[in-house]
Nanobody
Framework: QLQLVESGGGLVQPGGSLRLSCAAS????????IAWFRQAPGKEREGVSC????????TYAESVKGRFTISRDNAKKTVYLEMNTLKSEDTAVYYC????????????????????WGQGTQVTVSS
């Protein structure tokens, strides 16, 4: 059974950093892209970043480019999201998600393309 478990969220001051982890099990992780999404209160869920499987191709939302870095460790079946220079507008519940096999990350990270989701981890950026 496919399972995605996020961790690493918390409270951080503006300008600070956090690293989120997404631990995967129950599917062929090495051949699967993984994406991070976030949802702030009262807003729609939005794609943040995506990493493909074969070549490690990465994509980012414009709002996080240059501040967030996605990476993967296939041996640990884990995807990470390193978040730097955090802003109050980064406050949200962050989710990782897996698409069907064969998906290749594009600039458009759409919720409809990802049928499998973790439970989310809260990130709060506040002084």
């Amino acid at each position: 059974q496919l399972q995605l478990v996020e961790s690493g969220g918390g409270l951080v001051q503006p300008g600070g950093s956090l690293r989120l982890s997404c631990a995967a099990s129950g599917f062929t992780f090495d051949y699967s892209a993984i994406a991070w999404f976030r949802q702030a209160p009262g807003k729609e869920r939005e794609g943040v970043s995506c990493i493909s499987s074969a070549d490690g191709h990465t994509t980012y939302a414009e709002s996080v480019k240059g501040r967030f870095t996605i990476s993967r460790d296939n041996a640990k079946k884990t995807v990470y999201l390193e978040m730097n220079t955090l802003k109050s507008e980064d406050t949200a519940v962050y989710y990782c998600a897996a698409p069907p096999l064969g998906y290749y990350c594009s600039d458009h990270i759409l919720t409809d393309d990802f049928p499998s989701w973790g439970q989310g981890t809260q990130v709060t950026v506040s002084s």
